[in-house]
């Protein structure tokens, strides 16, 4: 089992241009989750999404969009990179019982 | 609103030191607590929730609710421990946790 994984591991991109974050479990849970890691500001939900085929905004949506077409995978897409979206981009899952499972994580730089 | 607060951003203890890394929150329901850490270079990980009432690695956690509080604690630190640790709260019908900011612990030799 791998649990969660993520690509790229890390990133280095234009201001203005697109990219998507690829997230995939092989757990069978049915929430997943975007959090971003900003020093000093802890882990910020961005995206979740409780079930396939539905997805609600987090903390800090903006800038962000998700899709959750079946239960391993939840894409993350910038659709027009800033700078302010330089972070390290965590997805995770949930169990029955409510722990979280978080991938290795993707570094993200825009420049 | 749901809010957890870690006062320090960082700790710093020598070896065999006891730790207690503080973790106050902010809910009107009745909240699920947990501890989570990431060591260097590596994703977080669930270190332990209140409601197992577990010993993980020597740490244990009590719930205040009179206090709100949820602080860790380890009576002797070991080098190993050194990592960053987050607090969160989960909610009921809400599976997503709030974080804090995290405080890094540091145990020197």
């Known amino acids: 089992t791998a649990g969660i994984t993520q690509a790229p591991t890390s990133q280095i991109l234009a201001a203005g241009r697109s990219m998507t974050l690829r997230c995939t479990q092989d757990?069978?849970?049915?929430?997943m989750y975007w959090y971003r890691q900003d020093l000093g500001l802890g882990l910020r939900l961005i995206h979740y999404?409780?079930?396939?085929?539905?997805?609600g905004k987090g903390e800090v949506p903006d800038g962000y969009s998700v899709s959750r077409a079946n239960t391993d995978d939840f894409p993350l897409t910038l659709a027009s990179a800033v700078p302010s979206q330089t972070s390290v981009y965590f997805c995770?899952?949930?169990?029955?019982?409510?722990?979280?499972?978080f991938g290795p994580g993707t570094r993200l730089t825009v420049l | 609103a749901q809010r957890v607060t870690q006062p320090e951003k960082l700790l710093s203890v020598f070896k065999g030191a006891p730790v207690e890394l503080k973790c106050n929150y902010s809910?009107?329901?009745?909240?699920?607590l947990f501890w989570y850490v990431q060591y260097s270079r590596q994703r977080l990980q669930l270190l332990l929730r209140?409601?197992s009432r577990e010993s993980i690695k020597g740490f244990t956690a009590d719930l205040n609710k009179g206090e709100t509080s949820f602080h860790l604690k380890k009576p002797f630190a070991q080098e190993e421990d050194s990592a960053m640790y987050y607090c969160?709260?989960?909610?009921?019908?809400?599976?997503?946790?709030?974080f804090g900011s995290g405080t890094r612990l540091q145990v020197q030799p």
């Open positions: 209140h409601i």
């Open positions: 969160a709260l989960g909610s009921t019908g809400r599976r997503a946790l709030t």
């Open positions: 809910y009107s329901g009745s909240p699920e």
């Open positions: 757990m069978r849970h049915n929430a």
């Open positions: 995770a899952s949930s169990d029955q019982g409510g722990r979280q499972f």
């Open positions: 999404s409780n079930t396939a085929g539905t997805t």
